[in-house]
T-cell receptor, first 116, second 115 residues
Framework: DSGVTQTPKHLITATGQRVTLRCSPR?????VYWYQQSLDQGLQFLIQ???????AKGNILERFSAQQFPDLHSELNLSSLELGDSALYFC???????????????FGPGTRLTVT | AQSVTQLDSQVPVFEEAPVELRCNYS??????LFWYVQYPNQGLQLLLK??????LVKGINGFEAEFNKSQTSFHLRKPSVHISDTAEYFC?????????????FGTGTLLAVQP
């Protein structure tokens, strides 16, 4: 158990809908990362938040957005869903901030999104 | 831009045999390197990491990896595999810079251990 929790575990929805994925980082971790794992794209970094602020963006579509709340949990919002958005979405957390030496990211179990 | 290449998409091996999973990266500067394992229907678990120091890195479950700067490689090895090692293994690189820690993953290697 990594200490990172994600809900829900599975999500089935229709095209055009909007969903919210939730992540709670390990206790004390300030950074949250979102990754997408799909058969055709592999594991891709989407976005990083650090202590409530967006730190980095990767290959995240404009239909997707995220935020990190004061209690450090994060939500990934996916809207206008398409069939191609079906994937496993992972959240990871780390204690890394500016100047620290720990670069380990701890991954949650993932949310499997199926768009029909 | 950095990239990671895992040359083998699948590696079949018999139980108790040694195994090597290959990983090469492209970068003109120093990077941090990681191996993660993903068991069926689970998240990713960190096996080991190379940040600096000794080029031979030991991880969990008897795995080790050797960083070779001249060959830009970070191959994962285990001298004797078990059925329970069957999983997908991902090599990842962390570009330097400090402001962000986005991991760049390879495409993964499925280690299939047969009895």
């Amino acid at each position: 158990d990594s200490g990172v929790t994600q809900t829900p575990k599975h999500l089935i929805t229709a095209t055009g809908q909007r969903v919210t994925l939730r992540c709670s980082p390990r206790s004390g971790d300030l950074s949250v990362y979102w990754y997408q794992q799909s058969l055709d794209q592999g594991l891709q970094f989407l976005i990083q938040y650090y202590n409530g602020e967006e730190r980095a963006k990767g290959n995240i579509l404009e239909r997707f957005s995220a935020q990190q709340f004061p209690d450090l949990h994060s939500e990934l919002n996916l809207s206008s869903l398409e069939l191609g958005d079906s994937a496993l979405y992972f959240c990871a957390s780390s204690a890394t901030g500016s100047g620290t030496l720990s670069y380990e990211q701890y991954f949650g179990p993932g949310t499997r999104l199926t768009v029909t | 831009a950095q990239s990671v290449t895992q040359l083998d998409s699948q590696v079949p091996v018999f139980e108790e045999a040694p195994v090597e999973l290959r990983c090469n990266y492209s970068s003109s500067v120093s990077v941090y390197l990681f191996w993660y394992v993903q068991y069926p229907n689970q998240g990713l678990q960190l096996l080991l990491k190379y940040l600096s120091g000794s080029t031979l890195v030991k991880g969990i479950n008897g795995f080790e990896a050797e960083f070779n700067k001249s060959q830009t490689s970070f191959h994962l090895r285990k001298p004797s595999v078990h059925i329970s090692d069957t999983a997908e293994y991902f090599c990842a690189v962390l570009p330097p810079g400090g402001a962000t820690n986005k991991l760049i993953f390879g495409t993964g290697t499925l280690l299939a251990v047969q009895p």
